[in-house]
């Protein structure tokens, strides 16, 4: 039988308070990118490839544990051209992130998708994670996976001690899930994203957002992202909005200056830390937007 059923940021009014997005990721130019989530391929078992019984391409797209793919690479492996992705899979457009439990030989899924370290905002309250996914396959195949948290912000899998939420059988029409993430504000956490089916099809996650509610200084600081974390050498600070900063200042947790560095306007700031000992700093952030507070770990 064949499995396959063929068939960013909103801102409101910036008053005292703002909705805004702390995190995003897209597959498209919002967000980090792949190559800043961590993958653990730990079933370490292969996809039906086009040498199986039917001839399947998509399924041996998907090499590692999760696959960044695009809607022409999917309608070509299936030679279905007319496929797009469904409404009800809110903001699933382009580039998707794939993942699949249909192995030769069968066996149970036990894929990662970790995210990067994600700073919730001290102050932010209604914070809530957000991402579109859709299955494949027909209702016989339809995709399980699992959503956790790392509440100390560790990207090991032993790190993911929270659940946040276990979906059996999803939707091959599309769906837009939403879970609240309470009591995390002033934390960096992880999200984790683990495909468990077991000889299922092909799943697809998009339009990944963490959102909350923010005050003016939160809101600004939520436009930068500051990378890697933890650092060693560099940390760079940038944003996708053009913001431009005039002034960086580095403090500790008790709020002593230990580094300030003023910069000619730029968008993108690259700052020498190599010189602080290992720990947690603050990098309090003058821009034409606003002031800004990001903070990182010394490694």
Known sequence: MK???????????????????????????????????ILYNLDNRTPVGPGGTE???????????????SLFEIQEANEN???AYPAAATGMADNIIASNSWYTPVGVANDWLVSPLIEIPAGATGVTLKWAATSLGSSSFLEDYQVYISPTGGPA?????????????????????TV???????????????NDGNDQY???????????????????????????NPANNLVTISNNENILVSNVTITDINGRTIKNVSVNNLSTVQMNVSDLTSGVYFMNIDSDSGKAVKKFIKS
């Open 180 to 194: 609240a993430l309470n009591g995390y504000a002033g934390t960096s956490i992880r999200i984790a994203f683990r």
């Open 157 to 177: 899998v032993a790190n993911f001690t929270t659940l946040l939420l276990d979906v059996n059988n999803e939707l091959n029409t599309g769906n837009y899930r």
């Open 3 to 37: 499995k396959l059923l063929l068939s960013f940021l909103l801102i409101g009014s910036l008053n005292l308070y703002s909705q805004s997005t702390i995190f995003a990721e897209n597959w498209d130019g919002i967000g980090p990118g792949i190559d800043e989530w």
């Open 202 to 228: 092909v799943m697809f996650l998009d339009n990944i957002s963490i959102d909350g509610t923010l005050s003016s200084t939160e809101f600004t600081s939520s436009k930068f992202s500051t990378y890697p």
């Open 81 to 83: 051209f007319e496929y």
């Open 55 to 69: 001839g399947e391409a998509l399924s041996y797209l998907i090499q590692d544990a999760w696959t960044v793919l």
